[in-house]
């Protein structure tokens, strides 16, 4: 069975601290994504990865940055949170243009 | 209906009717389609998907219609039930814009009247 587990399923963190959100995909897929989903927004892609080490900015990569030094497993960085970075997070993988199978996605707080 | 770039719209529905939820798009390089559900607290989950050389597919309980004439998707979902509440969205892939033209809908948030 398909399976992309997100290591949080929420999290409270400052304003300032250095947040990461960890992705692993059981799925062998090349392609990893991490989108935010905010009320009204829908979603929007934030980075993306379609190998080890590779790395794509997406819609809205301001004040984020990631990391892919496995293939199963791809991680959003906060740098310095802020309160605008509340929501929820998803990450995502496929292999081609194909079906893209979602974590359970993780909601963060940034107070 | 869902329109990809437009406000969230609500679709409700007596238990046991049928439904539709539908989506149009703009690019019409867009090849495949794909529909998810996703419940309150959780990720989106596949429903069915799609390509641009069929108009119709079938799944259980569920039908996807494509009309690439006027570029507009739908998903039917027959005698509809408590647990279909939840946000519905497609997604197209096309050959242009985000990651590899991939482009979510808004969404269609489904409830369900007893």
Not at chain 1, 74 to 86: G, H, K, R, V, Y
Not at chain 2, 64 to 92: R, W
Request: proline content about 3%; overall charge neutral; hydrophobic content about 35%.
């Amino acid at each position: 069975d398909v399976k992309v587990t997100q290591s949080s399923r929420y999290l409270v963190k400052r304003t300032g601290e250095k947040v990461f959100l960890e992705c692993v995909q059981d799925m062998d897929h090349e392609n990893m994504f991490w989108y935010r989903q905010d009320p009204g927004l829908g979603l929007r892609l934030i980075y993306f990865s379609y190998d080890v080490k590779m790395k794509e900015k997406g819609d809205i990569p301001e004040g984020y940055s990631v990391s892919r030094e496995k293939k199963e497993r791809f991680s959003l960085i906060l740098e310095s949170a802020s309160t605008n970075q509340t929501s929820m997070y998803l990450c995502a993988s496929r292999v081609g243009k194909n079906i893209q199978y979602f974590g359970a996605g993780t909601r963060l707080s940034v107070l | 209906g869902e329109s990809v770039g437009l406000h969230l719209p609500t679709l409700s529905v007596q238990e046991g009717d049928n439904s539709i939820i539908n989506c149009a798009y703009s690019n019409s390089a867009s090849d495949y389609f794909i529909w998810y559900k996703q419940e309150s607290g959780k990720g989106p989950q596949f429903i069915i998907d799609i390509r641009s050389n069929m108009d119709k597919r079938q799944g259980q309980r569920v039908t996807v219609l494509l009309n690439k004439t006027v570029k507009h998707l739908s998903l039917q979902i027959a005698a509809t039930q408590p647990g279909d509440s939840a946000v519905y969205f497609c997604a197209e892939i096309g050959t242009g814009g985000g990651a590899d033209g991939l482009t979510f809908g808004k969404g269609t948030h489904l409830i369900i009247q007893p």
